[in-house]
């Protein structure tokens, strides 16, 4: 980016609050909502989201009256507006006339209106209209003293990540001429198109990857990839710019999806454009772990923020309406979650929505004041947490230490899940947490990083997943393990490059070296079929999802495979490299208390702690302010527990002298006074 520091959130505390649609409410409405936001401790909402229709009810004709109101409401009540362009949702009129902006699937249907985000990326006439719009409200308000923050769309690719109509296809070839300079051999040879007859001879023989008869070219379809999240990120960055001209003061934000569902942008590339991360985080009802969810997406926002501010944007309350089945949260669960962000980093928390809808797609979305008013725990919990909060205004700006670095990585993610794999069964989400949640459980603060991060401030880096590797990612791990690192590498790693080319000689490809092992042959395991382990591993350590045929140049054997057409092979490697580094290589999935086991042991090795030691269930997370620290201990078994500590307990106010209580289901947070 090219301007200077970004602008700060001029919010006190932890921010609090939640979208607020004023406009799905009769105007008396609105006096009764400030009422209740003071009661609930809420400092500041999001609005404007989806009002475009109301804004502009036809092309450059604007209705502000209502905003003005609003703003001028929320102002006189004390409240701050992350005020959003609209653009989202643009009104029926803007595609009445422009019916080419309607976004095409993938078999060449196009979509109709109704919904949001229902426009074509790619589209110059949509592009036009959200700038357009975007202009006449931050000319309205950039001086308005409610303003606090803009909010640039929302939730960029929800529903049309990909467009595949004309339109997106000459911009997908604009696209592929900048990345290859113009040169159509380049192309030719970084796709491999000498395969089943797929030579390009002019540009504009090259498609988006419609539908087909069979499997379609794996480089055609991660460059497609990289362009859609480039392409919305365009979009994203040209109306921060307006938004910039009018108020370079006033810091924006859109807010990501960092969750177990969504995978479509690369959030690396799109963090440094916004002055303040923000996202949004949903349970999935059927994970029975959700709360290791909500660590996992909040540590990676924290490291995509690189240290700057973020904000948790949007959770829910209760039950989300877009799952097979949606499920309320229990008793202290909607308080356990908010805090679990701040624990992580979030220096504001904000929910959809303040009022839950009587009308429209989300009506049965739970929210703030739910659909049973204020007599309901909903409103209780919601009241309860904003007075959290309050107590915690301290802990704002306050950050995380991490010793152990995991590689997260959007190419090697999208490459992965490509059709064609070896197996079908792996997914890169779920690679990464079963290697994150040994060390969430056991306290060890973790950062997310790329391939190319500069990795010397940790003592332990463990890449569980990385399919794709560039030659640069894979020289800076091996450099990093040269130096005296500790490397932990998961299998299927290194196997192609940046092109998904498969890197010949052998697996796992860019990292044979420097693990010292040599694989021939893959032999990934059937569904629900499993090999045991022997060695240096706990008895009866199983396997599951993948095994390969490796052979030791140089590295040690810790485990071997008991059974199976493998009986007696690696599985398990460490290679001592460099000046006192080593690497390791997982050429299996362990069950979950092996791989428990093998991590800790990988942590003891590089010298990592955890933070301190909790009960099973406890979550123990630090935060470092500048004089002290803040220990933040969440209870997720119902069982409670008393942990050793001294300093404050900031949620009661009370002093802390040898140990804290949890109470059951609940938390506490300790300022620790450093010495």
Partial sequence: MSHGPAPALRVPGIAYGGDYNPEQWPEETWHEDM?????????????????????????????????????????????????????????????????????????????????????????????RAALRIA????????????????????????HNAAC??????????????????????????????????????????????????????????????????DELLSLCTAERAVLRDAAPD?????????????????????????????ND??????????????????????????GRP??????????????????????????????AHVAHGADGIAFFQWRASKAGAEQWHSAMLPHAGTDSQIWRDVVQLGADLAALAEVRGSTASASVAIVWDWDARWALELPSQPSGELSFQDLVRDWYAPLWRAGVAVDFVRPDADLDGYAAVLAPSLYLVDDAGAANLASYAERGGTLAVGFHSGQVDANCHIRLGGYPGAFRELLGVHTDELFPLLPGETVGLAGEVPPGARADLWSERVRPVGAEVVASYAD????????????GYGAGGSAWYVATHPDTATLAALLARVCEEAGVRPEKAAAPG?????????????VFLIDHTGNGAEVPADGVELLTAKPVTGSVTIPPGGVAVVREPRP
């Fill in 35 to 127: 009422r209740l936001m003071h009661e609930a401790g809420v400092t500041m909402v999001s609005v404007g989201i989806f009002s475009w229709a109301l804004l502009e009810p036809e092309e450059g004709r604007y209705d502000f009256s209502r905003m003005d109101r609003l703003l001028d409401l929320l102002h006189d009540n004390g409240i701050a507006a992350d005020l959003a362009t609209p653009t989202a949702a643009p009104p029926a009129w803007f595609f009445r006339a422009n019916p080419d902006a309607l976004p095409v699937d993938r078999d060449g249907r196009r979509l109709s209106y109704g919904s949001r985000q229902t426009f074509c990326p790619s589209n110059p006439a949509y592009r």
């Fill in 135 to 158: 202009r006449a409200v931050s000319d309205r308000y950039a001086s308005h003293p409610a303003l606090a923050m803009w909010h640039v769309h929302n939730e960029y690719g929800c």
């Fill in 164 to 229: 595949y109509c004309d339109t997106s296809a000459a911009a997908f070839r604009g696209w592929l001429r900048a990345r290859y300079g113009d040169d159509l051999d380049a192309l030719n040879h970084a796709w491999g198109t000498t395969f089943w007859s797929q030579w390009y001879y002019a540009w504009d023989e090259i498609l988006p990857p419609r539908a087909s008869g069979a499997v379609g070219n794996p480089t055609h379809q991660l460059d497609w990839r990289r362009f859609c999240s």
């Fill in 250 to 278: 006033v810091p924006a934000t859109t807010n990501f999806m960092v969750m177990r569902n969504f995978d479509a942008l690369d959030y690396w590339d799109w963090a440094p454009e916004l002055d303040i991360v923000s």
């Fill in 281 to 306: 985080h949903y349970l999935i009802s059927s994970d029975p772990e959700a709360e290791l969810d909500i660590a996992l997406s909040a540590d990676l926002v924290r490291s995509l923020a690189g």
């Fill in 310 to 339: 973020w904000l948790l944007m949007e959770h829910s309350t209760g039950a989300v309406n877009w799952q097979p089945v949606n499920r309320a949260k229990l008793p202290g669960e909607l308080r356990r979650n908010a805090l």
């Fill in 564 to 575: 199976g057409s493998l009986a007696g092979l690696p599985a398990i490697t460490r290679r």
């Fill in 618 to 630: 406890l979550e123990v997370v630090r935060r470092r302010g500048t004089d002290a620290d803040y």
